[in-house]
């Protein structure tokens, strides 16, 4: 199961980096998506690295957000700037084993707890 880290309250406009790390799973072998949820709605897509580097992004959130992996450290982060109040919910960490190449939520386990990110002035 992966562990993400690092949410907490910022205002719009600033900056964020999560976590995400897996305790007994080598996270370079696979594709990693970050998800997100927000109170009512359904977890979406945000962002997913393969094991090779390739990034994919949501349109909500191109040029804002950046995607990366640690290899050495067994973790994938993900760098939100320009935070906004919609950005705002509980992002999770998952692993695409098929690489399916998408951000479909169903192709995609080994979730966390998630970690809270809450934008508001």
């Known amino acids: 199961q992966f562990v993400e880290s690092g949410g907490g309250w910022v205002q719009p406009g600033g900056s964020l980096r999560v976590s995400c790390a897996a305790p007994?799973?080598?996270?370079?072998?696979?594709?990693i998506g970050w998800f997100r949820q927000a109170p009512g709605k359904e977890r979406e897509g945000v962002s997913r690295?393969?094991?090779?580097?390739?990034?994919l992004y949501a349109d909500s959130v191109k040029g804002r957000f950046t995607i990366s992996r640690d290899n050495a450290k067994n973790t994938v982060y993900l760098q939100m700037n320009n935070l906004q109040p919609e950005d705002t919910g509980r992002y999770f960490c998952?692993?695409?084993?098929?690489?399916?190449?998408?951000?479909?939520?169903?192709?995609?386990?080994?979730w966390g707890q998630g970690t809270q990110l809450t934008v508001s002035s």
């Open positions: 690295i393969s094991s090779g580097g390739n990034t």
């Open positions: 998952g692993a695409d084993r098929l690489d399916y190449g998408k951000l479909n939520l169903y192709e995609y386990d080994y």
């Open positions: 007994g799973f080598r996270l370079e072998y696979y594709a």
